[in-house]
């Protein structure tokens, strides 16, 4: 597996905070975080969902009290 070679390794000179804003690979990591977190929050909401439908075997009675319920 290839490793990504910083700018210091390198040996190309630092950039600037506002310089590395405006670069791609800036973006192109921050895109792919912000996707795969997108996909989980999304996966986390599906699931509650359904889970709570109603008449879900694994659902509850919400005015159901904790010891009928063993939870």
Not at 10 to 38: C, H, K, R, T, V
Not at 50 to 62: D, N
């Amino acid at each position: 597996m290839s490793r990504a070679v910083t700018g210091q390794e390198s040996g190309a000179a630092p950039i600037s905070a506002w310089q590395f804003l405006g670069a791609s690979d800036f973006w192109f990591q921050s895109m792919q975080n912000w996707q795969s977190e997108f996909l989980a929050v999304g996966v986390l909401i599906l699931l509650s969902i359904v889970l709570r439908q109603h008449a879900s075997p694994e659902s509850k009675p919400v005015t159901a009290p904790h010891a009928q319920t063993s939870a």
